[in-house]
């Protein structure tokens, strides 16, 4: 089992070592963790993702963010909203947001609601409408709210 704040030594082929960050390197902890850190290496081409790691201090930016909520929805099978890429930028945050769409499709969840299909397709063609230094901006400004 791997240290919390050891990286793993083998790198996948064509990816790319974890770049130096603020954030100490934590590994996965769970299932849904490891899942979402495997997307994000291979979207990003690298060889370790940390679960507190910025998506967009590993280079990310609007177009891969995209990408990113595309496969983990093929990925866990869940409706998750585009919006919820610009409120969670961390694998632990998204992997919370997975576990959380989980629990409200089998109904196990009694608070909050998912956006009316009317809203959430609202917002989805407003953010498409988006040029991407309009979503790299709205991505910046949430991080820096974090």
């Avoid at 996948?12 to 850190?37: C, D, F, H, K």
């Avoid at 910025?54 to 280079?59: A, P, R």
């Avoid at 109904?107 to 989805?124: I, K, S, Y």
């Amino acid at each position: 089992m791997r240290r919390e704040g050891s990286e793993p030594r083998e790198a996948a082929v064509g990816s790319y070592p974890r770049p130096g960050l603020r954030t100490q390197y934590v590994a996965p902890r769970n299932e849904t963790q490891r899942r979402v850190a495997e997307l994000w290496q291979d979207l990003l081409g690298l060889e370790a993702v940390g679960v507190h790691d910025s998506f967009l201090d590993l280079g990310g930016d609007s177009l891969l963010a995209t990408r990113l909520i595309a496969r983990m929805r093929d990925a866990f099978d869940l409706d998750l909203p585009v919006r919820v890429f610009f409120e969670r930028s961390t694998v632990a945050e998204l992997s919370e947001a997975v576990e959380e769409a989980r629990r409200r499709e089998e109904g196990l969840e009694t608070g909050g609601e998912a956006l009316p299909d009317a809203e959430a397709q609202d917002l989805v063609r407003r953010i498409q409408e988006m040029s991407e230094e309009e979503l790299e901006r709205e991505l910046a400004r949430l991080e820096a709210e974090e």
